[in-house]
């Protein structure tokens, strides 16, 4: 809720309205958005296919791989994605992975430092 409300009041500067107001507002909106998601899980699953996926895995996906996007936007760019949730480990999930992310490292928390550092430590030695 929070970067909705402000996007909104980034865009429309001073519109006249209290946080309150405002938060009052998208929870009317935000009922309605879970309807137009359940509708469009529940189309796909009476066709046979997965709504699960069309309504949830998709797009979540998509705002992962936009959000990934801008740690790396040229050839020459380096950085680290770090996807903190045990469901990318699902093969579901890694089907839906960019082919340039086949050279990934999976690692728990107690190795995260040292692998970010290696990673870095690389990125050096390639410059």
Request: hydrophobic share 40%.
């Amino acid at each position: 809720m929070e970067s909705v409300v402000e996007g909104l009041l980034y865009v429309q500067g001073d519109i006249g309205l209290t946080l309150k107001e405002i938060e009052d507002i998208l929870e009317i909106g935000e009922d309605e958005a879970k309807r137009i998601v359940l509708n469009l899980k529940n189309y796909y699953d009476e066709r046979g296919l997965s709504g699960f996926d069309y309504a949830f895995r998709y797009p979540g996906m998509n705002k992962v791989l936009q959000a990934a996007g801008r740690v790396i936007r040229t050839s020459e760019d380096r950085g680290v994605i770090l996807l903190l949730d045990e469901r990318f480990l699902q093969r579901e999930y890694g089907a839906l992975f960019p082919r340039e992310w086949e050279k990934r490292s999976v690692c728990g928390l107690p190795q995260l430092r040292e692998e970010v550092s290696r990673f870095w430590s690389d990125v050096r030695e390639e410059l």
